[in-house]
Each structure stands twice: as C-alpha cells, then as structure tokens.
C-alpha cells in the first residue's frame, strides 16, 4: 500500500511505472529520494519531528542557506528568508511589504502567474502595466516602468504558458522575479535584481517552503497591517523563526542543493535545462503539423515547453496515449489548455528520452492517418 488516506483510490501508487511532467511539483532524483526516506524513519531523530529550536535544526537550516548562497552567488547583503504560504502568498506580501509610501508598483504581464501576481496586488497598490509578454517579451526599451513605482515586477518563466525571461533588465526601480518554476535552473544576476521569491516544490524539493531572497535595503517599509510573521524585516531579525518554519521542506530542500551542487551546480542545471528543452522543441519541429507552439524561439522556456496539437480535439487521445506510454501529468494548465511538459531539475533524462520517442512516434502515426 503506498498510503492510507481516502484518496488512495483515486491517486497512483508512488514508485509506479513511468515518468511524471507534472509542472506542480517536480520529482526528487533517486538519491535524494532515498536520502528524504531515510531521515524519516520514525525515531527520536527523525526530520519529521526535528524541533525547530533545535541546535540541530539551526544548524541544517545555516547549512541550507550557505548552500544556497554558494550556488547563486547570492552577495552578502541579500537576507534569505524561509517562508510558509507559497509563493502566492507572496503575491500580497510583496506589496504589502515593499510599497512603503509610494503607492505605485508596476508589473509584466507575461501570462498566468503574472496575472495573478498583479490581480493581488491591485488589492494593495495602483498597478501599471509595463510590458505585455506573451509570445515574446518586448525589448527593455520598450517597457514603461512607471518612475514612481516602487518595484517592478516580472514572472521570470510562465509556468503554464510556457515563456522564458532570457535575462534580468537593468531598471531604474528595483526588479523583482516571481521564480518559482526556474530557481536554481540559470545564474542569477544581483547587481539587477533586488528580490527574488520562489516556492520550492518544482526545483528545489516539496511543498510547503517558499523562499525569498531580498536586497536588505528593501526591508523595514512594511505596511502597520502586515501581519508580524509575514514582515520581511520581522522574519530576517528572527532568522525566519518568529513562527515554525517548515523544518521538513527546508530539509529536502537542504538534500537538492547539496545533490545540485555535486552535479556540478547551476551552470550544470541551466546546461541539462538547455539541453532538454532544445531535444524537446526540435522534436516538436519535427512534428511540424501535429504540433504547434505559440511562443517565439527567442523566449520559449527551458524548464516547461507548452505547445498545442493541431486540433483541440487531439488533445484527449495525445494524452491517453501518453499515459498508455507511461508518460504522465502532461496536461496544459486548465486557464490554458493544450500539453505542457516540465522539465524540472529532478527530472531523470531517461523520462526525456522516453517522451522524445513519444513525440515522434505519435506524429509518425498522425502523418501516417492524415496521407492515407
Ligand atoms: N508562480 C509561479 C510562476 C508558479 O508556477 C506557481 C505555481 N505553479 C505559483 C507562483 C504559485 O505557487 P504556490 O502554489 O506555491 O502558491
């Protein structure tokens, strides 16, 4: 039995045949699978009853953020905080947070998550518009950045419409990147951005933790209404501990750096992503004619290619046969439909191998169907 619980039914044993795309949590590589496991056999030092005011803890969590920084190259003056709420919560916090007395903040809209980032945020803050992204992202030049905003806004890789910020604009207002499906995957450039907010559960490990990495000169203009535990100052005074943080994802994600750093760190992750991503869109190439993708090659996303077949209607059998093949979890985001594969850091490159031969054996048979 995988677990007991009254989905059980419903939901596919772990360790069943096949290969996961799910763009909502990326999978842990064997290793760090085993690794989770084995710190949760029940006991008195098990990780998931490890008391967050432990030395024990305070130590894995020091450990977690030197690594952290080690790999993104995160300048001293960058506070890490561990955060619950995932990254929508962060959807409020960023202006309840960051507005200060400028009323005034200003976003890209590039899809989805950036529509959701900006329809929070109106909530708090008159919202402009500084760029409209959606089969590419204008040049900088082209951005209106309202002078009075106090940060501006990008969702560096559309999780469900498959876009990809290429690089980080110089702005004259701080820059801060929703990257929650493309941490830890490319370099990171801190002399242009000032914060960076991610949950965890696609790159980095599970869900439950979301981290947020901010230029310390940005804290301290909280709003009096912002809840205590959602201060970004509040928390980096209290090391992230003025509540119970997330002690278990803080563990995994503690075993995913340490496993991206022993094959050989972000340069590595951004090659595999590159890679893939590129095996991935030649084969949609390929298959010119049963697939069709909307964005441009210039900022189609290395993390989760979305494309759509030729008819809406192929959608549903491209999918079953999928699943036949032992492919899962590719099914578009609901507001957005179509496939959308994720090609997340834990992803294995025998499942890349697996559905590279899928797309091309179903559009070898598509063409097939539509000649005879
Ligand atoms: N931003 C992006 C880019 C995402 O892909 C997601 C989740 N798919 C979110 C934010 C929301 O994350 P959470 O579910 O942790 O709130």
Redesign the pocket.
């Known amino acids: 039995m995988a677990w007991r619980c009254s989905a059980e039914a419903a939901a596919p044993p772990r360790g069943a045949p096949g290969f996961s795309f799910s763009?909502?949590a990326g999978p842990l590589p064997d290793e760090v699978g085993a690794e989770v496991a084995a710190a949760c056999r029940p006991g008195r030092t098990s990780i998931l009853s490890l008391p967050f005011t432990s030395p024990a803890f305070r130590h894995l969590q020091e450990e977690t953020e030197a690594c952290l920084r080690r790999l993104l190259g995160i300048p001293d003056r960058f506070r890490v905080l561990f955060l619950a709420g995932?990254?929508?919560?962060q959807f409020a916090l960023l202006p309840l947070n960051l507005l200060g007395t400028a009323g005034h903040a200003s976003y890209v809209d590039s899809g989805c998550?950036s529509r959701r980032a900006i329809a929070e945020a109106r909530r708090y803050a008159e919202v402009s518009i500084a760029a409209r992204a959606f089969a590419a992202v204008p040049d900088v030049a082209e951005w209106q950045v309202d002078p009075r905003a106090a940060y501006c806004h990008i969702?560096s890789?559309?999780?469900a419409d498959g876009l990809q910020f290429r690089d980080f604009p110089a702005l004259a207002v701080p820059l801060v990147a929703?990257m929650?499906?493309d941490l830890l995957t490319r370099p990171l450039d801190f002399t242009r951005l000032s914060l960076v907010y991610a949950?965890t559960?696609k790159t980095i490990g599970t869900p439950g933790l979301?981290v947020v990495i901010a230029d310390e000169r940005l804290l301290g203009r909280a709003r009096p209404e912002t809840p205590c535990v959602m201060d970004y100052a509040a928390q980096a005074a209290a090391d992230s501990r003025l509540c119970t943080p997330p002690v278990f994802p803080i563990f995994v994600a503690h075993c995913m750096l340490h496993w991206i750093a022993a094959q050989g760190g972000v340069p590595a992750m951004a090659e595999a992503a590159r890679r893939r991503s590129d095996a991935v869109y030649a084969a949609l190439a390929e298959g010119e004619g049963t697939y069709a993708i909307a964005v441009d090659p210039a900022h189609r996303s290395h993390i989760n290619p979305c494309f759509r077949l030729a008819s809406e209607a192929q959608t549903p059998p491209f999918l079953q046969a999928a699943e036949a093949a032992g492919l899962h979890d590719l099914r578009g985001h609901p507001e957005v439909g179509g496939v959308r594969v994720s090609l997340y850091n834990g992803v294995a490159d025998e499942a890349v191998d697996a559905l590279l031969d899928f797309l091309r054996a179903f559009a070898r048979e598509r063409s097939g169907l539509c000649t005879a």
């Open positions: 763009a909502a995932g990254a929508s919560a998550w969702t890789n559309e999780t929703d929650t499906s949950g559960q979301t």
